[in-house]
């Protein structure tokens, strides 16, 4: 049965993964956001890009339906291209057997409305598939992927990319210089269905809407809607209503890094920012609190670390976390540092720590100086600037 309910659905949201099975913000705020809305009486339900990968060449796309934690999921394993279809660029803008899966479930649920959040590892054309229905389409634009077949405008040379242009440069951008051509066919289709296919585009932060706006994207079809997030209401409840500032101060500040180990989340830069803190030695100490940390990243990590062997034993990485551990993790800091170096749309780790009572010193990019106040619930440092942070850990 495709949905358990025989009457029609309110809303089809549209994403990547479901939990438990994969994490990360996007993904929960789409399953927290589906199940509030079935709790109001509306008839909400998803259809996703699964994690089965293909095994053989022979295998077939398979759609499967599943109820996790009270949502109706519409999965979708075994696509041709588990994540990015680098390979194959013109499929990821056009993909007619994953049309006909969404079109059977758009024919069978008959939703009011379809609401896309995340299209990587589907195909854009989904969207002009809703059209075809005359269904009124949102679209929210928690990464990039429209614009950027990386997701994240960030290049493999540690620099922000202005955007695609005609999309020939994201062909050497991700390594496959032989399919320019598609690359650009890539981003000419994304312009269209963002254009004309598209009745609403959410931007989740200022910075976001200035981005789609830049890229050509018409901006009085954008409009800037912040997520929420339902770990941050928790935290509120169990942390932030009840954390008192301690006007003194404490006699040794705990700064906590909390996300994924990887460059474009900038955790380096705190490492870097060490060398200039050596003077407080004694005084303070940071956890990074993740997953993801390879042996190269570490390396540089080390490289850093070793410019401020004064304070090797002031930084702990105790691994991964679940959204469980968050509430008690945050309890144990002082201060969260956030330092990306990449426009992070709309970072829900910014939200889970503010509404912690825990306050954040934040790069002065993408999304979070739309949640971070200079000088009232946190310090915004200039992005990729380990001496500028440090000046911020200091005071």
């Keep these: 049965m495709i949905h358990e309910n025989r009457e029609a659905l309110d809303i089809l949201h549209v994403g990547f993964g479901h939990p438990p099975v994969i994490g990360g913000g996007p993904i929960y705020y789409l399953h927290h956001l589906c199940k509030e809305q079935n709790a109001l009486g509306m008839q909400a339900a998803c259809f ?23 949502v109706a999921y519409h999965i979708v394993d075994r696509r041709p291209a588990h994540y990015f279809d680098w390979a194959n660029p013109a499929r990821e803008a056009d993909d007619k057997d994953l049309e006909r899966l969404f079109v059977r479930i758009l024919e069978a649920t008959k939703p009011g409305i379809l609401h896309f959040h995340n299209l990587v590892g589907l195909t854009m054309s989904l969207v002009e598939a809703a ?10 634009a928690h990464n990039y992927w429209m614009l950027c077949p990386r997701d994240d405008l960030f290049a493999p040379n540690e620099a922000c990319c202005e955007g695609p242009g005609d999309g020939a ?14 690359f650009m066919i890539r981003a000419e289709r994304a312009r269209e269905i ?41 935290n509120w409840l169990r942390l932030g209503s009840a954390r008192r500032l301690d006007e003194t101060g ?44 390879s042996a190269n990243y570490w390396a540089r990590m080390e490289r850093a670390l070793a410019r401020a062997p004064l304070l090797w034993d002031h930084v702990r990485f105790p691994g991964p976390y679940t959204q469980e551990d968050l509430p008690e993790l945050l309890r144990q800091v002082d201060v969260a540092v956030i330092p990306p170096i990449w426009e992070d749309n709309g970072p829900q780790t910014v939200m889970e720590t503010l509404a912690a009572g825990v306050p954040v010193l934040g790069s002065r990019m993408g999304g979070i100086p739309d949640f971070v106040s200079h000088g009232v619930n946190g310090l915004l440092f200039r992005p990729n600037d380990p001496m500028d942070l440090a000046r911020a850990m200091a005071r």
Excluded: W, Y
């Design 250 to 293: 404490p006699q040794k500040v705990r700064f906590g890094f909390f996300g994924t180990i990887m460059v474009r989340k900038g955790p380096h830069i705190i490492i870097e920012a060490l060398e200039h803190l050596q003077r407080f030695r004694g005084r303070f100490e940071v956890v990074f609190h993740g997953a993801g940390l």
């Design 131 to 140: 059209k075809e229905f005359n269904l009124p389409t949102v679209f929210s």
């Design 194 to 234: 963002l254009d004309h296919s598209t009745d609403l585009i959410l931007a989740v932060s200022h910075r976001v809407k200035e981005i789609l706006a830049r890229c050509g994207v018409p901006e009085e079809k954008i409009e800037v809607l912040k997520i929420g997030s339902r770990a941050a209401e928790e």
């Design 169 to 182: 440069r994201c062909a050497s951008c991700v390594g496959v210089p032989d399919k320019t051509e598609d």
């Design 48 to 70: 996703v890009a699964g994690t089965a990968k293909k095994q053989e060449s022979t295998d077939e796309i398979l759609l499967r339906h599943e109820v996790i934690d009270g």
